[in-house]
């Protein structure tokens, strides 16, 4: 059974540009999550999609958004970018609230 | 006072001790806690889930929850080298169709 993947791995962006991430979610698990890692802040949640609706969305500014496809997998865009959105960003696929996560390798992001 | 909060540590312990980990939260609606595990430079993995007040054991590890007190914990018997990696708590709060992490505790294993 594959597991979350997430593409790209890693990424190195200027700031004010944007970026889009991508996560494909173990089959037959509709929902998905993102969360930023960093050092000093541990997880931060961005956002949950099930069935391709938003049913959730943490303290993140809008320049965070994201979508999830028919298909279950789940993009999620950064625009305007800042040296501060350096972080792992990762992506977990779960059955339903009461399930545990699955998380994805991550896709680390640096900002110059 | 933040919605999970655990002792950053780091938690040293000796090989084959029992490693005692502890996580608070506050949300008293909460309805799940999870038990991960990441290795440094790897993604959290799953180890425990735990529903209901109690103790829930699987091999080495036991998940002690306390919804009155509002705590859950963590117990790593015969603790490994293995074993040493950041272990982080969540909690699903009540209808948010989110989990709060807290920041981890560093667990080292000394050989």
């Known amino acids: 059974k594959a597991g979350v993947t997430q593409t790209p791995r890693y990424l190195i962006k200027t700031r004010g540009q944007q970026v889009t991430l991508s996560c494909s979610p173990i089959?037959?698990?509709?929902?998905v999550s993102w969360y930023q890692q960093t050092p000093g802040q541990g997880l931060q949640f961005l956002f949950e999609?099930?069935?391709?609706?938003?049913?959730n969305k943490g303290n993140f500014p809008g320049r965070f958004s994201g979508r999830q496809f028919s298909n279950s997998r789940s993009e999620m865009n950064v625009s305007t970018l800042e040296l501060g959105d350096s972080a792992l960003y990762l992506c977990a696929s779960s059955l339903g609230q009461d399930s545990g996560y699955t998380f994805g390798s991550g896709t680390r992001l640096t900002v110059v | 006072q933040k919605e999970v909060e655990q002792n950053s540590g780091p938690l040293s312990v000796p090989e084959g001790a029992i490693a005692s980990l502890n996580c608070t939260y506050s949300d008293r609606g909460s309805q799940s806690f999870f038990w991960y595990r990441q290795y440094s430079g790897k993604s959290p993995e799953l180890i425990m889930s735990i529903y209901s007040n109690g103790d829930k054991e699987d091999g080495r590890f036991t998940a002690q929850l306390n919804k009155a007190s509002q705590y859950v914990s963590l117990l790593i018997r015969d603790s490994q080298p293995s074993d040493s990696a950041t272990y982080l708590c969540?909690?699903?709060?009540?209808?948010?169709?989110?989990?709060?992490f807290g920041t981890g505790t560093r667990l080292k294993v000394l050989a």
């Open positions: 999609y099930f069935s391709e609706t938003q049913r």
């Open positions: 969540a909690v699903s709060g009540s209808g948010t169709y989110k989990y709060i």
């Open positions: 089959s037959g698990h509709r929902s």
